[in-house]
């Protein structure tokens, strides 16, 4: 006599897999460019349609050989844009899109229709192939989206032949108190690669102010160092760097034919530079005694000092109005410097400073940089010329 059990089914765990999915351009191009010139689109999907696929490549993670691969796509729902829920743009056979083509794989989405530039399409696929493991439907969704670029012949851009940010250095620019230190800034407006003819473009030049881009105005002409004609700007300025630390200018063009433009037609037509007036950090001093090396009890021998400016080991002559020289005696270790000159040299007699031998003088140059120039005003505050409308200039050191 035999005893039988109930019976218990087998639990078979199956571990996910995991696919690689796309939708796969077999022919054509998912992106275009529109010439607005010819009004031909490239390429020309009514000519070379576009041939989308889904794939999806499959690893099984407990390495079964039929399953491992790409797959069989089963089913393919195919939409112009994201699926809405009442199918209201799912894609059928029409005048621009085909699915399954004569000739084309089955499921495949072969598409004629060009790209409006301004309107992208996305196009969506949800589609499906068979785990052969569980024998069931795996579902995926992926997109497309297609695009076209436009190409206009005429799209201006504006160049300057200043970079987009430099440093002038006041040691290596000018030698010459009474130049004006003019940075010339050119402008030029194109259309496509070819540039546009003076005679068609118009420029306006702008200066940043608290973080915003506005008109030059007349009082601040000074520095720019550049005449209008009949109230335009020309397409080249001079900036007198003379007067400024920092500052950022732009230049707006506009192409324009038959009446000048009074105010630019579009900001994005332009290009700025920023420009910075610092004298160098690698400068130092050193000074030398000239005269009255050796010195008498008596401290009545005049003595001589120099002082040299160097950048980098290079010295640096005929730039003096850059630097203040201020001569410094400390007389004794316990008493504070007492002024006794300045320029780049000096001499003195010691005894008449009230110096004597066991006083333990020293002597150095504290060396005052170059901090700008500003244009004089009068008690009002109207700039001051000379006969010949020049600025009246004056320059200080920090």
């Not at 569980?134 to 012949?153: G, H, P």
């Not at 259309?191 to 601040?220: C, H």
Request: proline share 6%.
């Amino acid at each position: 006599m035999a005893i039988k059990s109930k019976q218990k089914q087998i639990q078979v765990h199956v571990d996910p897999i995991s696919f690689l999915a796309d939708l796969a351009v077999l022919s054509g191009n998912a992106a275009q460019t529109y010439n607005k010139d010819s009004d031909e689109y490239e390429p020309d999907r009514a000519v070379v349609p576009l041939l989308l696929m889904p794939y999806a490549n499959v690893h099984d993670p407990e390495e079964e050989k039929t399953m491992s691969g790409p797959q069989v796509i089963t089913g393919v729902e195919w939409y112009e844009g994201a699926p809405k829920a009442d199918g209201s743009n799912r894609i059928v056979d029409n005048e621009f899109y085909k699915i399954s083509d004569i000739g084309a794989p089955a499921f495949s989405l072969k598409s004629k229709k060009n790209v409006d530039p301004n309107t992208p399409i996305e196009i969506h696929a949800i589609f499906t192939f068979t785990d052969k493991r569980t024998n069931r439907e795996v579902k995926v969704e992926r997109s497309k989206t297609l695009y076209t670029a436009l190409y206009d012949s005429k799209n201006y851009s504006l160049k300057l032949n200043q970079p987009k940010q430099f440093t002038i250095d006041p040691v290596r620019l000018t030698t010459n108190l009474d130049e004006k230190w003019l940075i010339p800034i050119t402008a030029q407006l194109y259309s496509g690669k070819e540039p546009v003819a003076d005679t068609n473009a118009a420029y306006f030049w702008q200066m940043m102010d608290n973080g915003l881009w506005r008109d030059i105005n007349p009082a601040e002409e000074f520095f720019i160092d550049t005449d209008k004609v009949a109230g335009k700007w020309p397409k080249t300025i001079y900036v007198d760097a003379r007067f400024i630390t920092t500052i950022a200018i732009r230049c707006v063009g506009t192409y324009y034919d038959g009446t000048y433009p009074v105010s630019p037609t579009n900001e994005e037509t332009s290009a700025a530079t920023a420009i910075k007036v610092e004298m160098p950090p690698t400068l130092q001093a050193e000074i030398i005694q000239t005269k009255g090396v050796k010195q008498s009890s008596t401290m009545k021998t005049p003595v001589g000092f120099e002082c040299k400016i160097y950048d980098n080991k290079t010295l640096i002559e005929g730039r003096d109005f850059l630097f203040d020289f201020v001569w410094l005696c400390k007389p004794s270790s316990v008493l504070p410097d007492i002024e006794i000159g300045r320029g780049r040299t000096i001499e003195f007699t010691p005894a008449k400073l009230g110096l004597t031998a066991t006083s333990l003088a020293s002597v150095r140059c504290k060396v005052l940089l170059y901090k700008g120039f500003y244009a004089l005003t009068d008690s009002d505050g109207a700039y001051l010329t000379d006969s010949d409308g020049t600025f009246l200039v004056a320059y200080e050191h920090s």
